[in-house]
């Protein structure tokens, strides 16, 4: 009859785990304090991005710790090398975080989550760098590090849901008010504190001579592997490499996606063929062994698309980070296809070694994902400032141009193009340092087209958005005594909602055909609104944020209106705008 482990040996475990990774529990400790001190900032704390770049130093860290702990483990040095190994290293990822903007951008987002990737991946094989490498070995280290983080997920859920219904039910039966983010922060320290020392109380040893590392493959996942998997990436090739023979009679151009769905399948081929590897020659496997045998092969004609399909989109639009990553991960698999092939007998820690170094590849330096797309974006946009210099662009040409504008603007800043721009840009820079993307297309000398804009519908309808960045500004309001919003389709009332100098006033809007009615009291005020769009051209089809304001002003002997558009849409047709939605900040001054 088994029994539940005691407290003893539960501190036992935990007190070997500390012993064995210090620095890993430290980290996690770390990171587990940073998240909590983060969640108690305001949002505009000046402290929040150091608590922001600290968490994401603690992340990679901690698995960055691991992988060296393992490799110094495996290969019997001294601790002292080790630490100090590990110390330099993280200072180096900490230095690396602490380089970037103060609002993290994507682009660097996108930096931490290769590198976080690449790292993970570094575990996989670091602890079978300094010793002779065993393929089954390699293989059950890495199936029990998988069955591990799924048994610490498990455990983790189970031990949250256990203790926020314990708290719950305190709250609910004794009257107790816990603190409000109690919940939060349970479940910070779980998948923090508690999911990490568990996982790493189950790292397999490589060294015990007590409990070598033997191969012992689950039954169900050869199940679900041979029954499941298998057959549905067999299904996904049968499906793509029909595309490849359509496009190849019709002599038709791959569409972009394409890239994506080759990448997918040859990636989740790659893991169902590392699943099956150890069993696939053995005798009653005859479709894993059919697999094992021939993916490679198969892999070469969805190469060629997928090459294709890169390299066609990268000629015509330039590097992106997307089609950086996508053309990376195609030369990663075209070199483990060669390897596979060419090699007798090749070592699957091929794989995660050769994908942790490309992800190491794309980070830093001239070559970098950041590096080749920004100035592939800015020869473009350099290209295009010489080429239209005095000319004027096509549909296509602008829509073009602002995607790079608006790439180059979102990633690297405004002061980015300056250079390139040959000073249309100075006047704009000097009035505004961070203006949209809208408005840099019009200083120089163009319209902005956004992605969704479509050539046949410039004629056809307007759209008209109002963007202010005033966060921090204030607003002069004098003259003016209240002020409220007016929408279509939405009729505004409000009985005596405002009393000013003894005096209440009530407020209704009525939809008219002319625009509105606006009546306050017992006065009716005509607000022709629709005579304004229409004889107002910064109204139109222009689907970026403007940060032109449109002003309506309206005078009676009572009142003094002021109308400023927020938004405004609708159709053209005989060349007249119809308006179907707009919201208005209606400000009203009473005349004395």
Known sequence: MSKLPSLQNVLNAIQKTVFRFPLETITTILGTIFAIVLNELEYNNPNKHFYEKALMSSSLCLVLFLSISLFFISSNKKKILRFTTSLILGLLVVAFISGFRERISDVEFQQFFVLNIALHLLVSFAAFLPKKYNQEEFWEFNKQLFIRILTSGLYSIVLYC??????????????????????????????????????????????????????????????????????LISLYLVILICYEAKILVTLSLPIGWVSYLVLAFAITGILSFLLVHPIANENGNLWMRTFNRWFYYLLIPLLGLLFWAILYRINLYGFTHERYYVLLLSIWLAVVVGYFLIQKHPKIKFIPISMCLAGLFSIVGPQSANSVSKYSQLSRFENYMQKTDGTKLTFEEEQELSSIVDFLERNYGFEVLLPYAHKKLDALYKQDKDPGSGEIMKSLGFEYRSEYDRKEDLNDSFNYYFY????????????????????????????????????????????KDYGQDLQINQEIIPLKINDFVNATSSFKNDYSNSTKKIEQK???????????????????????????????????????
């Open 162 to 231: 256990g203790l926020a219904l314990a708290i719950l039910a305190v709250e609910k039966l004794f009257n107790f008010e816990f603190y409000n983010n109690i919940y939060l922060y349970i479940f910070f320290s779980i998948t923090g504190i508690f999911n990490t020392i568990f996982f790493l109380n189950g790292v397999p040893e490589i060294n015990n001579d007590e409990i070598p590392l033997q191969l012992n493959y689950p039954k169900g996942l050869k199940n679900f592997t041979q029954y499941v998997l298998l057959p």
């Open 468 to 511: 202010e960045n005033n966060d921090d500004a204030v607003e002069n309001i004098h003259g003016y005594d209240f002020t409220f919003t007016l929408s279509k389709n939405n009729a505004f009332e409000c009985n005596n909602c405002i009393d000013i100098n003894n005096v209440s006033y009530s407020i209704q809007s009525k939809e």
């Open 554 to 592: 309206i005078d009676n002997s009572k009142y003094t209106i002021l109308l400023t558009y927020i938004n405004a849409n609708g159709k053209i047709k005989n060349k007249k705008k119809i308006l179907e939605n707009y919201q208005i900040k209606v400000m009203v001054g009473i005349k004395k």
